[in-house]
């Protein structure tokens, strides 16, 4: 396991309420937009991958679970003239639809300086209960074993940031870190990372009230 030593720290995860929590789930990039790109690992196809291993988690803990991409396509028309622009549009459309408790967008980060490790929440700023879910998640990693101590932060990223209810953004890791990068290609850790995120998301739903503004 790469010295992860965190096996422990791992206990059970609190149980949801019993009424229905729907939960979206946003793999970022796709199609035409691959995301980051370090030494041959794609940040979208691990996006994908993860977002598939937390639905199941999140799903084994009674939640109801939507995706906004269920392949390596992006969901813009393919002759639109801003792909980047059409596909946003579209995920926005799709959430409004589907109208969630909460939107889980997963990404990967990349950085020159390749000693920078760690995940980090970020929420919508505008939504109301969108820093309780991030600051949840955040503690969870923090308090995990793994080597992150980080803050939440507010982040103006399109998708997020004009969420019709609660929404939060995670960077699940440094692609350009060695260690990281080797470890967001194991199934067992990206598991490890649907584990924390899961906690998280149900710590926070037992502590507030979800406030639905879609």
Do not use: W
Not at 51 to 71: K, P
Not at 94 to 99: A, D, E, F, S
Request: glycine content about 8%; charged content about 20%.
């Amino acid at each position: 396991m790469l010295g992860l030593g965190i096996g422990a720290k791992l206990g059970a995860a609190p149980v949801i309420a019993p009424e229905e929590f729907h939960v979206v789930l946003d793999a970022g990039h796709g199609g035409h937009d691959g995301g980051a790109s370090v030494d041959g690992v794609n940040e979208a196809e691990l996006n994908l991958q993860i977002v598939n291993v937390l639905a199941q988690t999140l799903r084994q803990r009674g939640c109801t679970v939507s995706l906004t991409r269920v392949d390596a396509n992006s969901l813009n028309f393919p002759l639109a003239p801003n792909k980047k622009v059409d596909d946003m549009n579209k995920r926005r459309e799709k959430i409004r639809q589907l109208n969630p408790d909460l939107v889980i967008s997963i990404h990967l980060n990349a950085y020159p300086d390749r000693t920078v490790q760690g995940l980090q929440c970020f929420y919508a700023n505008e939504t109301p209960g969108s820093k309780d879910y991030a600051t949840a998640i955040q503690e969870q990693f923090n308090a995990s074993g793994l080597p992150i101590d980080k803050q939440v932060k507010p982040t103006d990223f399109n998708l997020v940031e004009h969420s019709p209810c609660p929404a939060v953004l995670i960077e699940c890791g440094f692609l350009t870190n060695p260690r990281e990068h080797q470890l967001l290609q194991l199934p067992t850790y990206q598991q490890i990372l649907a584990y924390h995120i899961t906690a998280g998301v149900l710590t926070a739903r037992h502590k507030t009230q979800t406030v639905r503004i879609c």
